[in-house]
């Protein structure tokens, strides 16, 4: 059921050029009091209570968590996070941190819970526990016409002569490296270096979280196309918690669960990645 | 060469202009250095906001750097041979250390693992909105405290032994026969210190502790890998919202440039007067 979360790559496309018509509009996060009550009890939940305040960490990653031009954040990330502070009834602080850094602020405390989209990987479960899936998220190409043109398949660019850039750290590069394990990996510290890269024709082809790939085939079209359609791959994301706060675990999918039903992260998601009606609340 | 010089700029200019095929879109940039809210009230945006904590930043780095670095100066130039061989280690630690090594190194030491910064906040929070919005104002968010402080830390400890050297050699620059006259008065070293020379050195070294100053303003740049949302930070924040890349960076560059030279033209005109 989860592949209905991934917005193809076309729907992303046809929507940003309609000007995004209003799909799910989902009002601003309240309370709910029957997915609070999943909640209490929690001795990690309590400990939060009694503080008042949630540490959410996170890194600025269009459109999952950006900055308002007044320092606020906003993004599907930060509406889930939000929810969620709003059904333990306490206020949502949010802690931008670069993404190398994320998980080594999560374990010396920075924060109490990573809200961030970070994929569930073996790697990381050593470090730290996830929450069953909340979000889904998929890898997608897209490659520069003057220096890789008219290329249609994956295999086509698995070719050591191939330079891919990809943000480092992050399950983009891992991808890339998984699926084109011939080709020359280049890591970058954000997704805009990479991009930079395939405009001055030092990299041929990008790997990244969708939709950025599609939007950058959307914005320059001379320039740079999409050559494998859809996502590549489909990453479960979890919230990560410190393994000392693991009995937090139960409460938090119980949470994840009901706001599944009610669709409402199906909407949420699909408000964030399949409109551009948010870009106002970027003012 | 200067024809050869104009080429290569020349190049690159049509290089990053036109070869490079960016989409110009400067329209949407001024906003988050100042824009008016919905009061229409000026309000300050992200990278207005920035350019607010390095300067914080910068004057509590500096502060505490002038301190520790006269500090440093009269222990090198003191009788204890415990204090000067302590002084000169720091000194030499702090010069050969890149910035970057230090602030992580400060971060770890002066962190919330080894100091109690979320008890510090809580406790500022308690003493009232009066206070927290003073300690606010002053310093950070008190949620970020904890990075706050390692950064001044580190930043402080660099300048430190480039300002230690500054005090240094003008105290020894100060006349032989100033000391001796001083001693010949009864004044003590102490005395000596305060009423005859450290004067002079203040009045003397100016020009240098300024620049000093807008150095520490530059260096602290560094401190955006502790996610810290000084103007650099601030910069990669907004980069990744609305990606433009070329506006931004060049936005922060001459942000710090107009600044920086705004407080060197004007700590030159303190100097004349």
């Not at chain 1, 979360?5 to 799910?24: D, E, H, K, Q, T």
């Not at chain 1, 989902?26 to 540490?55: C, F, H, M, Y």
């Not at chain 1, 969620?84 to 920075?110: K, Q």
């Not at chain 2, 110009?24 to 988050?32: G, S």
């Amino acid at each position: 059921m989860f592949k209905r979360f991934m917005p193809s790559l076309a729907i992303v496309a046809a929507l940003i050029m309609m000007g995004g018509p209003a799909l799910a509009q989902t009002g601003p996060a309240g309370a709910n009091p029957e997915d609070a009550a999943l909640l209490a009890g929690n001795p990690w939940v309590e400990q939060i209570k009694s503080r008042g305040v949630l540490r959410v960490g996170f890194d600025i990653f269009r459109p999952w968590a950006m900055e308002t031009r007044s320092g606020r954040y906003v993004g599907f990330e930060i509406q889930v996070a939000e929810a969620l502070a709003a059904d333990l009834g306490v206020e949502a602080e949010f802690v931008p941190t670069a993404w190398d850094g994320i998980i080594p602020a999560l374990l010396t405390g920075r924060f109490d819970i990573i809200i961030g989209s970070l994929g569930i990987t073996e790697e990381r479960r050593q470090k730290v526990v996830f929450t069953d899936p909340y979000s889904f998220s998929g890898m997608a190409i897209a490659a520069s016409r003057r220096s890789a043109p008219n290329k249609t398949s994956l295999a086509d660019f698995n070719r050591p002569e191939i330079v891919v850039a990809a943000k480092s750290g992050t399950t983009a590069a891992i991808a890339a490296r998984e699926l084109l394990p011939q080709a020359t990996l280049k890591t970058f510290d954000s997704e805009d270096q990479t991009a930079q890269e395939l405009r001055s024709g030092k990299a041929q082809a990008l790997i990244a979280s969708a939709p950025y790939p599609a939007e950058l085939a959307l914005k320059s079209p001379g320039e740079i196309y999409v050559p494998v359609s859809g996502t590549l791959t489909s990453e479960p994301c979890g919230m990560a918690l410190s393994p000392k706060n693991r009995e937090a675990l139960p409460a938090l999918n119980a949470w994840i669960a009901a706001r599944f039903k009610t669709r409402w992260l199906e909407k949420t998601w699909s408000y964030w990645f399949e409109t551009l009606d948010w870009e106002g609340l970027l003012k | 060469m200067l024809v050869f010089l104009a080429a290569a700029l020349g190049w690159l200019a049509w290089r990053v202009l036109v070869d490079f095929k960016y989409d110009w879109q400067w329209a949407d940039i001024p906003q988050y250095i100042l824009h008016r809210d919905s009061g229409g009230r000026f309000q300050l945006g992200t990278l207005g906001q920035g350019l607010a904590l390095t300067l914080r930043l910068s004057v509590w780095a500096s502060a505490l750097g002038l301190a520790l670095g006269l500090g440093l100066a009269l222990a090198r130039l003191g009788a204890s041979l415990y204090l000067r061989l302590a002084a000169r280690s720091l000194v030499e630690l702090s010069r050969n250390i890149p910035p970057l090594v230090l602030l992580l190194v400060a971060f770890y030491f002066f962190g919330a693992q080894a100091l109690p910064w979320p008890r510090l906040a809580a406790f500022i929070r308690d003493c009232g909105p009066g206070v927290q919005w003073l300690a606010e104002a002053a310093t950070v968010r008190l949620g970020d405290l904890d990075v706050f402080f390692p950064a001044v830390a580190a930043l402080a400890i660099y300048e430190a032994a480039y300002f230690s050297e500054i005090f240094r050699g003008a105290i020894q620059a100060a006349d032989r026969g100033q000391w001796e006259a001083a001693w010949c008065l009864g004044l003590s070293r102490l005395q000596q210190y305060r009423l005859i020379v450290l004067p002079q050195v203040f009045r003397k070294t100016a020009p240098q502790l300024a620049g000093q100053f807008i150095s520490t303003l530059k260096e602290s740049s560094v401190v955006s890998v502790l996610s810290l949302a000084e103007l650099t930070y601030s910069s990669m924040k907004l980069a990744a919202t609305i990606h433009h890349l070329f506006e931004i960076w060049l936005t922060a560059a001459a942000m710090y440039f107009i600044f920086n030279f705004l407080l060197s033209l004007l700590f030159a005109r303190l100097e004349r007067a």
